[in-house]
């Protein structure tokens, strides 16, 4: 087997207006006044610290993570996730081409990367030479609703 490779962005771009960040300004604001107001100062300042990072990360753009599949494992940047660590994976195809991948992580043990749709078969075929079994994943309902929402 020859390894496969391809790169994607860490996570969709998407594009924010002053209205967004106005709108994630007023309802911070409007929180942590009616936090002060009941006298939690603690959770309005975590208010506070939660608007100001997450005005950051919408500022943020994606980087581009090179991804690897060789004969020892799925490789993203430089951390090796081994077959025999991998539980399943699913390729999904349709309007958007992802490959979810199980492993034994205990903090978010699902991977979801972004691939091409000339890449899905070949993919697909590696993983099942490698004896990782199939089992169909789907995109989390929370992702939806964020992506409704901008995030």
């Known amino acids: 087997m020859e390894k496969l490779e391809w790169s994607a962005l860490e996570y969709e771009e998407r594009e924010r ?3 967004w ?32 990072l997450l005005g ?26 081994p077959y025999k ?6 390729v999904q195809t349709g309007t958007k081409f992802i490959l979810f991948v199980k492993t034994e ?6 991977i979801s ?8 078969e070949d993919i697909h075929a590696i993983m099942l030479a490698q004896n990782v079994p199939e089992e169909e994943m789907k995109e989390h309902p929370s ?3 964020m992506e409704s929402l901008g995030f």
């Open 105 to 110: 992580r205990f903090f978010m043990p699902i």
């Open 113 to 120: 990367i972004s691939i091409d749709n000339n890449l899905a």
């Open 17 to 19: 207006g002053n209205d």
């Open 21 to 52: 960040f106005l709108a994630l300004g007023i309802i911070v604001a409007a929180s942590s006044v009616a936090a002060t107001i009941y006298s939690n100062y603690f959770f309005a300042t975590l208010l506070v610290l939660s608007g100001l």
């Open 85 to 90: 660590n991998i539980k399943s994976f699913w």
């Open 143 to 145: 992702l939806k609703i």
């Open 56 to 81: 950051s990360f919408a500022i943020k753009k994606p980087e581009i993570i090179p991804y690897e599949l060789n004969p020892r494992g799925l490789k993203i940047r430089t951390l090796l996730y």
